[in-house]
């Protein structure tokens, strides 16, 4: 197992437009999570899943935001109609409950820029 | 409503010293405190974490201490070594599982 892979590393698009990124977990951890991190913050909770239900999701995630994980393995997070405010590094992080304290363990993240 | 304050943006610390990073938290509603290290274009990566009912909880170079009185949270790496360069956060587990992370200190190693 490599770990979580996200996928692409890299996106630039302009204002407007749709984006979609990809999430793969470790095979065996069945929660998912996307944060989010701007210049200088800590990185900041969008929504979780276990398996395939998405149990709860940010006030930061608004409307143009959604996120599934249809067979309860990879995940998508869509952002419509992206804004520059959206820019900022998109991680993804898989657990399992057993070590869900200290079990996470993160992608290297979408960085997005938005222009 | 910040529930995680890393006061510090930035440590400098020459090589072989100890560095010492902090953090404050304003709720005691927490299981458990962690740390977690991150390097330019990776994920953070866990460091170490510390039950609520301790005080203490060592790994190697790493010891992490808790002040529930304070509710301060701090991060001792000693010796320090150039590779632990990178930015720290410190973290709280909250709700259904996530975390919830300071703005984080970098750190910096000097020879």
């Known amino acids: 197992d490599t770990g979580v892979s996200q996928d692409p590393r890299h996106k630039i698009t302009k204002r407007g437009q749709n984006v979609t990124f990809r999430c793969d977990p470790i095979s065996e951890h069945n929660r998912l999570y996307w944060y989010r991190q701007t210049l200088g913050q800590g990185p900041e909770f969008l929504t979780y899943?276990?398996?395939?239900?998405?149990?709860?999701k940010s006030r930061l995630l608004s409307d143009r935001f959604s996120a599934e994980r249809p067979k309860g393995s990879f995940s998508t997070l869509e952002i419509q109609r992206t804004e520059q405010g959206d820019s900022a590094m998109y991680l993804c992080a898989s657990s399992f409950p057993r070590t869900g304290y200290n079990g996470y363990t993160f992608g290297s993240g979408t960085r997005l820029t938005v222009v | 409503d910040q529930q995680v304050k890393q006061n510090s943006p930035s440590l400098s610390v020459q090589e072989g010293r100890i560095s010492i990073l902090n953090c404050d938290y304003t709720?005691?509603?927490?299981?458990?405190f962690l740390w977690y290290k991150k390097y330019p274009a990776e994920g953070p990566t866990f460091l170490i974490s510390i039950s609520s009912i301790k005080d203490k909880n060592e790994d190697g170079r790493f010891t992490v201490f808790l002040n529930k009185s304070a509710k301060h949270l701090s991060l001792h790496i000693v010796p320090s070594q150039p590779g632990d360069s990178a930015v720290y956060f410190c973290?709280?587990?909250?709700?259904?599982?996530?975390?919830?992370f300071g703005q984080g200190t970098r750190l910096t190693i000097n020879p």
């Open positions: 899943f276990q398996n395939e239900a998405q149990l709860e």
């Open positions: 973290d709280i587990i909250q709700g259904a599982q996530k975390l919830v």
């Open positions: 709720n005691s509603m927490f299981d458990y």
